[in-house]
């Protein structure tokens, strides 16, 4: 079809380009190993930062409708008691979770070592959208007291930010994980 010789040659001569850059045009994105190369498409949020929960970004927006609805709630509660629920970690990226895993890594010296406090990409709670980070202490300690009501709970009892949605609204917390990898 002579028509389209045209687009064929444009598609030749960019695929000529990809090889000749190495970029791909995949929709896969590359392994990231540095921090910088994080964005709110991989759910980052920076150091210091942390996101109200009506923000319009992947790291809320993400999150499983529940979690995020149960969150909502308790945070209206926890407004009135002069509690901000913020989050500094939310939904993540897989390629984000790798990076933590790999700054683990070289943290503690091997894979076996990091994954006892890492999970890897896809075992995350926070890559299921199904775990926050919250980010002021009054929060955490309104959660922790009541967050249950809205079927919040702690999931590890050295994360007392960390929390996903564990059990029915008014019902019991299972205890606290002794090993946390959130
Ligand atoms: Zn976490």
Not at 104 to 133: F, I, L, N, P, Q
Not at 134 to 158: H, K, P, V
Request: proline share 5%; charged share 20%; glycine share 8%.
């Amino acid at each position: 079809m002579p028509s389209h010789r045209p687009l064929l040659h444009l598609a030749l001569a960019l695929s000529a380009l990809v090889a000749l850059t190495g970029c791909s045009a995949a929709a896969v994105a590359p392994p990231v190993s540095d921090a910088a190369q994080l964005t709110d498409d991989d759910g980052y949020i920076p150091d210091g930062s942390s996101l109200t929960l009506d923000s319009d970004l992947p790291a809320v927006r993400r999150l499983e409708p529940a979690l995020l609805d149960a969150l909502r709630s308790a945070a209206a509660a926890a407004a009135e008691h002069g509690a901000e629920v913020t989050i500094v970690d939310g939904w993540r990226s897989e390629r984000y979770q790798e990076y933590l895993f790999a700054q683990a890594v070289r943290t503690y010296g091997s894979e076996e070592e990091a994954s006892r406090w890492v999970k890897r990409g896809a075992d995350s709670a926070h890559v299921a959208g199904a775990a926050v980070d919250i980010g002021t202490a009054d929060a955490m300690d309104f959660l922790s007291r009541f967050g249950s009501e809205w079927g919040l709970c702690q999931t590890y009892a050295n994360e007392r930010w960390h929390f996903e949605l564990l059990t029915r609204p008014g019902g019991d917390c299972p205890a606290p994980l002794a090993d946390g990898r959130g």
